[in-house]
T-cell receptor, first 114, second 115 residues
């Protein structure tokens, strides 16, 4: 089974802090994704990566950056956390080869910014 | 741009009753379609996917979905609900015209199952 592991289930940080969310997958997937999930809005794509050191903006990249130094690890960075970034963050990974590849998700990190 | 509409943010059924969760997509070219389920405090798990083979797709846990091009729909059904089906369900679409997978999700439907 594919395993996508997010480093923290719950995280509490303060406004203005730099926050790192880590994600590791064990299936040698080329693609990795970061989403945020908010009630009534579904999942919205923040950033994705299709190869090491490659990154692409998703639909809501403002206030975020990412890093992918190794194939199995994809980090989401909140440069200066703000209260409107309080949310559930989900990491996912998939094989390349077109849009018919399903994404595999981690259990999420519930982030609170105080 | 692709979009997905899930009618009903909440659906309530009794145990043993039919489950019907609705999903409509907007695309002139039939896309790839997915249904995911999210149990409390967990990530999303793939239920089933449509990739242009059979229009009736069977998934895990007794769920199935039918692709109807004329209605641009991909509704999820289960003949008999079980208490363990209580969860949030997301429909998602991926554009066939891009070589890269980017999913667009609906806003989700929470399924409530009463005894």
């Amino acid at each position: 089974d594919v395993k996508v592991t997010q480093s923290s289930r719950y995280l509490v940080k303060r406004t203005g802090e730099k926050v790192f969310l880590e994600c590791v997958q064990d299936m040698d997937h080329e693609n990795m994704f970061w989403y945020r999930q908010d009630p009534g809005l579904g999942l919205r794509l923040i950033y994705f990566s299709y190869d090491v050191k490659m990154k692409e903006k998703g639909d809501i990249p403002e206030g975020y950056s990412v890093s992918r130094e190794k194939k199995e690890r994809f980090s989401l960075i909140l440069e200066s956390a703000s209260t409107n970034q309080t949310s559930m963050y989900l990491c996912a990974s998939s094989f390349s080869g077109g849009g018919n590849q399903p994404q595999h998700f981690g259990d999420g990190t519930r982030l609170s910014i105080l | 741009a692709q979009s997905v509409t899930q009618l009903g943010s909440h659906v309530s059924v009794s145990e043993g009753a039919l489950v019907l969760l609705r999903c409509n997509y907007s695309s002139s070219v039939p896309p790839y379609l997915f249904w995911y389920v999210q149990y409390p405090n967990q990530g999303l798990q793939l239920l089933l996917k449509y990739t242009s083979a059979a229009t009736l797709v069977k998934g895990i846990n007794g769920f199935e979905a039918e692709f109807k091009k004329s209605e641009t729909s991909f509704h999820l059904t289960k003949p008999s609900a079980h208490m363990s089906d209580a969860a949030e369900y997301f429909c998602a679409v991926s554009d066939k015209n891009t070589g890269f997978q980017k999913l667009v999700f609906g806003t989700g439907t929470r399924l409530l199952v009463s005894p």
